[in-house]
């Protein structure tokens, strides 16, 4: 199975991905691709998201697609039949984690608090995504973490733009940002995959600490 910190090796930031229409989903990962972003997050909020997933697995052999949203067991082995290469949740529970490793399934979890960052360990997770980051301490948090918790690395995810990225980025514990700003609604309903592309070359050369 995939070890989801390889993850960080393709670049710094991993696009949070909502498609409403299935028809959207390989030109966006094209797209996407073309930038130099290979990571893809597709996340489960939409009745589209698994068809999504299975096309993109399919037709963009370059692309690296995961489910976000991963919330029960359920999820885990649809993400997984469905073509995940990785699964994203925005929480974590042990519940979720078993779900995960039953289905193959590579986790990312979710983490906002210093017990969920232990719950987490417990089961042997040391790669976290801080959610929502802006929204629970942003970079002074991540920085209180790293005393206690000097063993773990975080994707911060919420609230993150092309702007603010650099300064999560430089921390020692951050090895890459998740961020939506990459595929803008108004851009993938316009089906402006040239936009979504300087978007993402744009994200690709962010320095990292």
Not at 95 to 113: F, I, K, N, S, Y
Not at 118 to 141: E, V, Y
Not at 163 to 168: H, I, L, V
Request: net charge neutral; charged share 15%; hydrophobic share 50%.
């Amino acid at each position: 199975m995939l070890n989801t910190l390889d993850l960080v090796a393709h670049g710094p930031v991993i696009p949070v991905i909502v498609l409403q229409r299935v028809q959207d989903a390989v030109p966006l990962a094209e797209a996407l691709v073309a930038g130099g972003v290979r990571v893809l997050e597709v996340t489960m909020r939409t009745p589209v998201a698994l068809q999504c997933i299975e096309a993109i697995a399919k037709a963009v052999p370059q692309a690296i697609v995961g489910a976000g949203t991963i919330r029960s067991a359920a999820d885990a082995r649809a993400a997984k039949d469905a073509g995940s290469l990785f699964g994203v949740s925005p929480g974590y529970t042990p519940e979720v984690g078993r779900a995960c490793r039953d289905a193959g399934l590579p986790l990312l979890p979710g983490v906002a608090t210093s017990s969920e960052v232990m719950t987490a360990q417990a089961d042997g997770l040391q790669f976290l995504k801080f959610f929502p980051a802006s929204q629970a301490g942003g970079i002074p948090m991540l920085k209180a973490l790293a005393g206690p918790f000097p063993d773990v690395v975080f994707c911060p995810t919420g609230g993150i733009s092309l702007k603010t990225a650099p300064e999560f980025l430089a921390l020692p514990n951050v090895k890459v940002c998740g961020g939506s700003w990459l595929t803008p609604a108004d851009a993938v309903e316009a089906g402006d995959w040239d936009r979504i592309t300087r978007l993402a070359r744009e994200a690709g050369a962010l320095p990292r600490g």
